[in-house]
Each structure stands twice: as C-alpha cells, then as structure tokens.
C-alpha cells in the first residue's frame, strides 16, 4: 500500500450534539486508486466517517487532509474538498432536489461557476458514466429507486472527484442493480477515480474491494480486503461475520483442494472454478466424501 495518500482523518474525534462521541482520535487514509470497503456494525459511524472525509461535519477534534494539506473550511477550502472528494448518501432522496435528472446532475458544476458548454458535457459524461442518458429529461419523482439512486451517483461523478464515497451504495437495490452497479464502479476506477464505499456486506466487500477499512470500538483497522475479512477477532469486534468466501476458502484448504487459503473464490463462478480446476492443491480432493 505505498500509493499516495489522498484525503485521510488524523487523529478525528466527532461527537454530535447531546450524544456520546461517535468516533475518538480516528485515524483514517484513502490511498489513491485503491478500492477501500469501510466496514461496520450500524452505528458503529460509518457515515458519521464519511461525512467527515467530505467536509459535511467538521471534526471536534483532529484534523481533515487532503493531498497532505489540512482542509480550511472557509468557502475555497470547501470548493477544493468538493472537487476531490463526493459524497453519495446512502438514501437518494436526501440527495436529490431538482425537477428533473438532467438538472440535478448539473447542480453541482454549475455551482462551481463553470462555463454552459463545460457543463454540459460534464453533464452528459456522467449520465453515461451512470447508464442513465436516455433518462436526462425525466422528472426526478417518476424514477425507480435504483434509476434515483444512480442520478444520485451522476450527481457526484459530474463534479469530476478524485474520491467518489458512496454510503451503503448496494442497500436497497436488487441482484441485477447490485452487479450493475459494480460494473459502474469498476468503469470509473478505470478512468481513475478512487472509489470507497461504505457496507456491513462482508461478501461484497471481499468481492469488491482491494483494502478493508474494519470500524471497531478502538478504531478504523485497515488492510488488504481478504486478509482483513479473514481476521475473526477483528471482524467479531466490529460486529461483523466471515465472508462465505472465506469460509469456504479455509474448509477447501483443510480438504486438500486449495493450496493458498488466502487465494479463495469470492464468487460462485470462482468457487466452481477452484473445485473443478486440476487437483494442484493436494490430492486429499478425492475420496473426501464416503
Ligand atoms: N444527526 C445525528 N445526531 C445525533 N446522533 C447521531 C446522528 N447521526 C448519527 N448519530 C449517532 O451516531 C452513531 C453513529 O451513526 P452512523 O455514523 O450513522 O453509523 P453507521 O453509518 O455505521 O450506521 C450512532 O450511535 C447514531 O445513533
Ligand atoms: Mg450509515
């Protein structure tokens, strides 16, 4: 993990107003090009982190990086953060305000004062990021969830973010929505946006992501995605279980059939793979059924 670091929490503590504190002396890094999962028991401050990585909240304590330079939250230290790091929220309702697709997508680069044409083809880049050009005149309260939740998605993209942050970006969408999404995500990460998304979904996030991000009661642990996922008192204090993958990959290691148990299927088509590829991890495969 030596890929620079690009916006980061250093020693954040967050309380709201009238609670407990939320999140105390948080050290917290999204390194660029890297697919980080933030993992965490609800409640546990998953959004609290991410409002506070894209200058929503301001920490009570601590400090906001980005590119190594504390972030100033007067009016241009915002505008900077903005256009390197988007929020999406995980309800799209709380995102979306405008009459149609179209307009809100282009809220953002117009508030950035940028000139019609630059943000018209912004617009019209992030409608197709997202799939959804055929949809640029429709009215935002005619859309299903997931058409909302992507003109959500657009909205961010359009400010063109070196950081895109999606909260619980699968919730409430359904299987064919989820892999759609992530063919998305993965089309954005190929034009060099940082995307970091947060779950309590282990299997998608040892799926999707190349670091792990746990949140526990002692703080954010990161690390890479499958060793992190295989970490039993880690993933049990932050209230999490073994991704099937995992599961699978230590049962097949103890039956002779993978070699590497850190090298398991993290989906179906990868757990058919590993049982019906040659016997290289040992021949304990066969006979292992009476
Ligand atoms: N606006 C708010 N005012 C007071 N407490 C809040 C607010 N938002 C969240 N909390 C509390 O902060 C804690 C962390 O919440 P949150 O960041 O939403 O966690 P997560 O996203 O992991 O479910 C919870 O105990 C929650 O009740
Ligand atoms: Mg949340």
């Not at 330079?69 to 405008?98: C, E, M, S």
């Not at 995500?185 to 940082?194: F, I, S, Y």
Request: charged letters at 20%; glycine letters at 12%.
């Amino acid at each position: 993990m030596s890929e620079p670091v690009l916006v980061a929490l250093r020693g954040v503590s967050f309380t709201y107003e009238d609670g407990p504190a939320v999140l105390t002396g948080l050290d917290f890094e999204v390194r660029e090009g890297r697919a980080l999962a933030l993992l965490g028991r609800n409640g546990s401050g998953k959004t609290t982190l991410m409002r506070l990585l894209s200058g929503g909240l301001r920490p009570s304590g601590g400090e906001l990086t980005v590119t190594g330079l504390p972030v100033r939250y007067d009016r241009k230290g915002l505008t900077r953060l903005r256009t390197t790091v988007q929020l999406v929220v995980q309800d799209p309702d709380d995102q979306l305000f405008a009459a149609s697709v179209g307009q809100d997508v282009s809220f953002g680069p117009l508030n950035l004062g940028l000139s019609d044409t630059e943000v018209r083809a912004r617009v019209a880049e992030a409608l197709a990021a997202l799939d959804i050009t055929a949809l640029a005149e429709r009215p935002t309260h005619l859309l299903s969830y997931g058409q909302r939740k992507r003109t959500a998605i657009a909205g961010a993209v359009a400010m063109r973010p070196r950081v895109l942050i999606l909260d619980e970006p699968t919730a409430g969408l359904d299987p064919d929505g989820q892999e759609r999404l992530l063919a998305t995500l993965a089309g954005l990460r190929e034009r060099g946006t940082t995307v970091v998304m947060a779950t309590h979904d282990v299997d998608l996030a040892l799926r999707w992501a190349d670091d792990a991000a746990l949140l526990t009661p002692s703080g954010a642990r990161t690390g890479p995605a499958a060793a992190m996922l295989a970490r039993t008192d880690l993933l049990a204090a932050a209230g999490l279980r073994l991704p099937w993958g995992v599961a699978a990959a230590q049962l097949l290691h103890r039956q002779g059939v993978l070699a590497d148990p850190a090298n398991g299927p993290r989906t179906p088509e990868e757990l058919a793979a590993v049982t019906a590829g040659p016997p290289g991890g040992g021949s304990g495969a066969t006979g292992a059924h009476p």
